[in-house]
Structures are given as structure tokens and as C-alpha cells.
């Protein structure tokens, strides 16, 4: 397992941008498929998006898609999540995920590393 360290959120009005961060330790990076997901309260976590070991596959729930978007950087074993044209509805907290596996990306038991989360409050 890998340790996983959440930062970037905070509050911005509705249309801005926010940029999450997620920095890695522990075993390889670049052998850990990577995802974000997000719990609003008293919801579900859900699948937001996830990337692939080099960075070449990207996948994106249907409520983010061509507004948000993820990226890697293994050299500095981090993992990023960049959020434009944000709405109320992605207010959350944001977690990152680590999954040594990439078949189901949207999938929660597909990670089995979590970082502690980082909220994100977008305002009407």
C-alpha cells in the first residue's frame, strides 16, 4: 500500500476553479492506478476520476466530464485533480485513491489505499 496526502481544497463561488493535489509515499507510484472520488454528506462516496499507470487512460464520472481533469506526474509521485466550471453539486469532501489494479476504475474495492480527504465548498 502507498500513503496518500490530500491538498487544495477550500471554498470558491460557482464557475470558478480549484486544483487538488495528492502526493504519494510508500511503494512504487508508478505502479498504482490512481483515482479520485467524493462523498457529499449523507451520500455515497462516488467515482470522480481515475488515471492510468503511465498516465496514457483517463476515465471521468459523467457528472465532471469536460469539466474536470486528472493527471500524473510519477517522477514526483503525485497525482492531480484540476476542477473548472465548478458547481454547488460538487461541493465534497475529495478523496484520492490508490488501486494496484485498473480493470474497474470506478470502483471503490478497487483501491485499497485512501488518502484522509480535503473539502471542497462551492458557493452559489
Known amino acids: 500500500q502507498v500513503q496518500l496526502v490530500e491538498s487544495g481544497g477550500g471554498l470558491v463561488q460557482a464557475g470558478g476553479s480549484l486544483r487538488l493535489s495528492c502526493v504519494a509515499s510508500?511503494?512504487?507510484?508508478?505502479?498504482?492506478?490512481m483515482g479520485w472520488f467524493r462523498q457529499a454528506p449523507g451520500k455515497e462516496r462516488e467515482f470522480v476520476a481515475a488515471?492510468?499507470?503511465?498516465?496514457?487512460?483517463?476515465y471521468y464520472a459523467d457528472s465532471v466530464k469536460g469539466r474536470f481533469t486528472i493527471s500524473r506526474d510519477n517522477a514526483k509521485n503525485t497525482v492531480a485533480l484540476q476542477m473548472n466550471s465548478l458547481k454547488p453539486e460538487d461541493t465534497a469532501v475529495y478523496y484520492c485513491?490508490?488501486?494496484?489494479?485498473?480493470?474497474?476504475?470506478?470502483?471503490?474495492?478497487?483501491?485499497?489505499?485512501w488518502g484522509q480527504g480535503t473539502q471542497v465548498t462551492v458557493s452559489s
Open positions: 510508500g511503494r512504487t507510484f508508478s505502479s498504482y492506478f
Open positions: 488515471i492510468s499507470w503511465g498516465g496514457s487512460s483517463t
Open positions: 485513491a490508490a488501486a494496484p489494479v485498473g480493470r474497474f476504475p470506478s470502483r471503490r474495492d478497487q483501491y485499497n489505499s
